[in-house]
Nanobody, 126 residues
Framework: QVQLVESGGGLVQAGGSLRLSCAAS????????MAWFRQAPGRERSFVAG????????YYGDSVKGRFTISRDDAKNTVYLQMNSLNFEDTAVYYC???????????????????WGQGTQVTVSS
């Protein structure tokens, strides 16, 4: 079983940037598809970004394309989410998730992910 711990959330002004980290332990995640999801108050959880196990394929939700970048450092067993040009609608709890092994194509369905972190709060002030 893999444990995921997110960090890097906080309060930022609109237009600012944050970088989230997801540190994995208990198992290497280098051969797994990894993703970020978010959930705002009163809204359903939604897909933010995903990265294939090789690191060469990345996928983004429509609302974050061009602003967010997902990456992975397998030597550190860590996945990152660089968030730029943040706006109020980005306010949410952000979750890291571990998905299918050996996967390079996109999956955005929460049911495909077997391990989740506890989440980190991102608040964007307008």
């Amino acid at each position: 079983q893999v444990q995921l711990v997110e960090s890097g959330g906080g309060l930022v002004q609109a237009g600012g940037s944050l970088r989230l980290s997801c540190a994995a332990s208990g198992r290497t995640v280098s051969t797994y598809y990894m993703a970020w999801f978010r959930q705002a108050p009163g809204r359903e959880r939604s897909f933010v970004a995903g990265i294939g196990w090789t690191g060469s394929s990345t996928y983004y939700g429509d609302s974050v394309k061009g602003r967010f970048t997902i990456s992975r450092d397998d030597a550190k067993n860590t996945v990152y989410l660089q968030m730029n040009s943040l706006n109020f609608e980005d306010t949410a709890v952000y979750y890291c998730a571990c998905g299918p092994k050996w996967r390079t194509t996109a999956t955005t369905a929460g049911g495909d992910f077997h391990s989740w972190g506890q989440g980190t709060q991102v608040t964007v002030s307008s």
